[in-house]
């Protein structure tokens, strides 16, 4: 493999002030921050390979789609599966854009490359009576009353809630007691107003009264053995526990609790528009993934509810 040249102090400069504008800006979270920085960072590398050591700033408004398929091509060769060289391109288009904006540019020749197909992941909910085991199974894995405490009260605001792991680990003390609705702050600083169950309330309450550690206003709701803020990998590990203990399957994660709340409410009935202010998706595209795992009722409420399939003959 040819050794990677160094960026340009140009390139290096024009990252940083992209990414501070998408973080002050946008509310980027670091996680997809550093996703964005590598990213777009390979991409640069390839092109100071494929034009030379002398590529810069201003080289970039001359690419073209050729340019954007030689990377693409690399990078499939390399094993970079659809789903991640989407991301990437995603990422690439992205600063593109700014840059274009900031130097006066044409960007088509690189806006207009394609992106890969590729088969878009369910969320695989479990059912009803899984989510419930999981929930009470999860409160069994630890000999010290506070924390089995602990972790029945996150994983009931997971799957009563549909809050990402990350949201109910922002919980500070602050925010209890619990009210009927709590009002969280997602991805892109993004606010929404949730409500909160009488159970989750009450497994929440069952925790403080636990909880050795002092829940004052400023710090973590959820602590760890040693008084810390929550670290979610052990959340993730009692899941685990969980799981293996009920026997399901590899996919149950904190996360899949989460897609649960949302399967079992579009199940019920729920508004898909509703769903999504709930689980605060900023695209209902994003929120409409929950119909495909749930086809049979849809099928169900065509045929008792529209009129061509209530008068159909019984009879070919």
């Known amino acids: 493999m040819t050794a990677p040249y160094s960026l340009t102090d140009g390139l290096r400069i024009a990252i940083a002030d992209w990414l501070d504008l998408e973080r002050a800006l946008k509310g980027v979270s670091e996680n997809t921050i550093t996703a964005y920085r590598s990213d777009v960072t390979g991409w640069l590398s390839f092109l100071m390979h494929h034009h030379g050591a002398g590529f810069g700033t201003a080289k970039i408004a001359d690419l073209t789609i050729s340019d954007m398929r030689a990377w693409m091509a690399s990078e499939r060769g390399r094993g970079v599966g659809p789903r991640s060289l989407a991301r990437a391109l995603s990422a690439v288009k992205t600063f593109t854009r700014w ?17 890969p197909k590729f088969t878009k992941k369910l969320p695989r909910p479990l059912t009803v009576e899984a989510a419930k085991d999981m929930i009470s199974t ?60 009488p159970v989750a309330r ?19 709701l959820f602590r760890g053995k040693r008084g810390g803020a929550l670290n979610p990998r052990l959340i993730s590990r009692v899941t685990e526990q969980a799981r293996m203990q009920l026997g399901l399957p ?10 649960s709340f949302a399967t079992h409410l579009l199940t019920a009935g729920g508004d898909l528009r509703a769903i999504q202010e709930l689980l605060g998706h900023a695209s209902l595209s994003t929120t409409q993934a929950y119909t495909a795992v749930d086809t049979a009722r849809l099928l169900e409420v065509y045929d008792a509810a529209h009129p061509r399939a209530k008068s159909a003959p019984n009879t070919p």
């Open 138 to 197: 999860v409160e069994l894995q630890h000999s010290e009353p506070w924390i089995a405490a602990r972790d029945m009260a996150v994983l009931t605001l997971l799957y009563g809630c549909g809050l990402r792991i990350s949201e109910a680990l922002s919980l500070t003390g602050k925010d209890v007691p619990l009210s009927d609705s709590i009002r969280i702050t997602g991805k892109g600083n993004k606010e929404r107003v949730v409500p909160v169950l």
């Open 99 to 115: 840059i274009a904006e900031r130097d006066g540019f044409d960007a088509t020749g690189i806006l207009s490359a394609r992106s």
């Open 202 to 220: 009450k497994a929440v309450d069952a925790y403080i009264l636990e909880c050795p550690y002092d829940l004052h206003d400023d710090a973590a």
């Open 250 to 259: 590899a996919t149950v994660t904190p996360h899949a609790m989460r897609h």
